[in-house]
């Protein structure tokens, strides 16, 4: 069963598992699960993707019940008005600690030619681990929020990655030894990018709507053994 974190009768909105498509696509193979499909087993009517999140990244999705809420919301992605707020865990501290990645990027072909993209980022935390790897003794770790001006493709990822300090978990644009070491002694076992808040107005009521979906086990846990309770708002008991 899908977390359905807000329902009305014109928009619903998920907290999306890592590793679950969204919909069929040349970027999934035929045989997988899709978030669509399974949320059409939980509510009734007709569904429309408002926008979309990569396969491996968790967090809040908008699923509009019409084609016009749908184009509605759209038009607020398109026109910059919807304000997006990530948590991603990246190697390395980021410095300084609070700043924008302005870097063109291309779409879903790297050939493609190149369009503005700007992520502002913020670290909320850091921690040393003492595990070996490669010439390094210790590894730093940091927690980061990341809020995309614009929305191009695996934006997010691209750009931690074009300043060297790549999310941990990402198979495509991340470092295979840390992606291995958060599995080996974490049991992480996922890219550590999640959607944690989404704030837009309501397709039907030009009200404001702000939407937060909560952490999985894998976030939950390494927030305790890295001391990030207070910085991700996690509760005990």
């Given at each position: 069963?899908?977390?359905?974190?807000?329902?009305?009768?014109?928009?619903?909105?998920?907290?999306?598992?890592?590793?679950?498509?969204?919909?069929?696509?040349?970027?999934?193979?035929?045989?997988?699960?899709?978030l669509?499909?399974?949320?059409?087993?939980?509510?009734?009517?007709?569904?429309?993707?408002?926008?979309?999140?990569?396969?491996?990244?968790?967090?809040?999705?908008?699923?509009?019940?019409?084609?016009?809420?749908?184009?509605?919301?759209?038009?607020?992605?398109?026109?910059?008005?919807?304000?997006?707020?990530?948590?991603?865990?990246?190697?390395?501290?980021?410095?300084?600690?609070?700043?924008t990645?302005?870097?063109?990027?291309?779409?879903?072909?790297?050939?493609?030619?190149?369009?503005?993209?700007?992520?502002?980022?913020?670290?909320?935390?850091?921690?040393?681990?003492?595990?070996?790897?490669?010439?390094?003794?210790?590894?730093?770790?940091?927690?980061?929020?990341?809020?995309?001006?614009?929305?191009?493709?695996?934006?997010?990822?691209?750009?931690?990655?074009?300043?060297?300090?790549?999310?941990?978990?990402?198979?495509?644009?991340?470092?295979?030894?840390?992606?291995?070491?958060?599995?080996?002694?974490?049991?992480?076992?996922?890219?550590l990018?999640?959607?944690?808040?989404?704030?837009?107005?309501?397709?039907?009521?030009?009200?404001?709507?702000?939407?937060?979906?909560?952490?999985?086990?894998?976030?939950?846990?390494?927030?305790?053994?890295?001391?990030?309770?207070?910085?991700?708002?996690?509760?005990?008991?």
């Amino acid at each position: 069963m899908l977390e359905i974190l807000y329902q009305d009768d014109e928009i619903v909105a998920v907290n999306k598992p890592a590793n679950l498509a969204v919909h069929r696509s040349k970027f999934v193979g035929p045989d997988d699960a899709f978030l669509i499909d399974l949320l059409r087993e939980q509510v009734e009517g007709r569904l429309h993707l408002a926008h979309r999140l990569d396969r491996a990244t968790s967090g809040v999705l908008l699923v509009a019940r019409s084609p016009e809420m749908a184009s509605a919301l759209g038009e607020q992605f398109m026109g910059r008005t919807v304000s997006k707020r990530y948590l991603a865990v990246v190697r390395g501290w980021p410095e300084p600690a609070e700043g924008t990645v302005d870097y063109p990027l291309p779409g879903s072909r790297d050939t493609g030619p190149r369009r503005e993209a700007t992520t502002d980022y913020r670290r909320l935390a850091t921690v040393e681990v003492d595990i070996p790897l490669g010439r390094y003794d210790k590894q730093r770790y940091a927690l980061v929020v990341a809020e995309p001006r614009t929305g191009r493709f695996r934006q997010i990822r691209k750009h931690f990655a074009h300043i060297h300090h790549p999310i941990v978990g990402d198979s495509q644009h991340g470092r295979g030894d840390h992606n291995r070491l958060f599995k080996q002694h974490f049991s992480s076992h996922r890219l550590l990018l999640h959607a944690e808040r989404l704030t837009f107005e309501h397709p039907a009521t030009g009200a404001p709507l702000s939407i937060e979906a909560g952490l999985d086990g894998t976030w939950q846990s390494l927030g305790i053994r890295f001391g990030w309770e207070d910085a991700l708002r996690l509760r005990h008991g």
